[in-house]
């Protein structure tokens, strides 16, 4: 009987360990940033109220309110950020998407033995420091950088091209940034796609663009929709590439977060626009896994 319960107790207690990292590691974080999100900014240490304390559960619970979330509704600034974010990751998205699809394709259909060569050289520029990359980037895009010294060495362009603190710029940086992340997903998912199929398509008389679409892009839609997640979540809350590549107009969420953290020290409002951030990014990711439950259900 004791060996019976103790392995019963091991049982229960292999599975929850998972549960009790995410609970302490994602969801007690979650909440304490919800919590600051309904507080009131004050100019103390730390910069906001109410302050939690054992005892006073209602004065702390009275003390809450819905202030912050308020004022991202009728601010017109949180509201074009929070809409630029989102266009600029879902256009982002389909770049990367266009981009990476023929070099997952390629990588696929290359020679095995050259395979894991191409693989490395994907994940190359992982090496390096992200930072320094989007820096070199400036030194590229810049009036008298790279790409306008050879365009107009090739004499594609008459005068320089106006590139670094633009749209443009943020698009090329996230393309060149995460490009890794869309092309291994499709490559793995294209990579299972037995030639098999394609060739018994086209013995039957199915042209190369149809069997293109007919099998290819439904074997490789998983890898699709997960370099897609891993594309749209982080570009939404990106910082770094438009700080550095669009200029001080360019509007996204992540700047605006770092703004209300960092140079207002507004905590309340900071928080409040993380849970919307938060919030938009669930979405996709319930999607997924729905997309994922239903297709393990159909093939299990």
């Not at 974080?29 to 900014?41: A, G, H, N, Y």
């Not at 890794?180 to 042209?207: H, K, N, Q, T, W």
Request: charged residues 15%; hydrophobic residues 55%.
């Amino acid at each position: 009987m004791g060996k019976r319960a103790s392995r019963r107790l091991r049982d229960a207690l292999v599975p929850a360990v998972p549960f009790l990292w995410l609970g302490i590691f994602f969801l007690v974080p979650i909440l304490i940033v919800l919590k600051i999100s309904l507080s009131d900014p004050v100019a103390a240490q730390p910069p906001y109220v109410p302050v939690f304390e054992w005892g006073d559960w209602k004065g702390f619970l009275a003390a809450l309110d819905l202030e912050n979330y308020r004022v991202l509704l009728e601010d017109p600034l949180y509201r074009d950020a929070i809409l630029s974010s989102v266009y600029i990751a879902i256009t982002s998205t389909l770049l990367l998407l266009l981009v990476g699809f023929p070099i997952a394709y390629a990588m696929a259909r290359a020679a095995p033995r050259v395979r894991p060569l191409l693989v490395a050289l994907v994940i190359l520029p992982f090496w390096t420091s992200f930072l320094i990359r989007i820096y070199a980037w400036i030194g590229i895009l810049k009036a008298d950088g790279f790409l306008n010294q050879i365009l107009l060495w090739l004499g594609l362009v008459s005068e320089p091209l106006v590139l670094l603190n633009t749209q443009t710029a943020i698009f090329i940086g996230i393309v060149y940034a995460y490009l890794p992340f869309m092309v291994l997903p499709l490559y793995a998912a294209l990579e299972r796609i037995d030639p098999v199929l394609l060739e018994a398509a086209e013995d039957l008389g199915s042209p190369p663009w149809k069997s293109f679409f007919t099998i290819t892009i439904p074997l490789a839609f998983p890898g699709i929709v997960a370099g897609s997640l891993l594309c749209f979540i982080p570009a939404v809350g990106e910082f770094v590439i438009p700080d550095l590549l669009g200029g001080p107009e360019t509007l996204m969420i992540g700047r605006q977060l770092w703004s209300e953290f960092f140079s207002n020290r507004d905590w309340p409002l900071a928080s409040a626009v993380a849970i919307v951030m938060l919030i938009i990014l669930v979405g996709p990711i319930v999607a997924y896994r729905n997309f994922e439950a239903q297709r393990v259900g159909q093939h299990g």
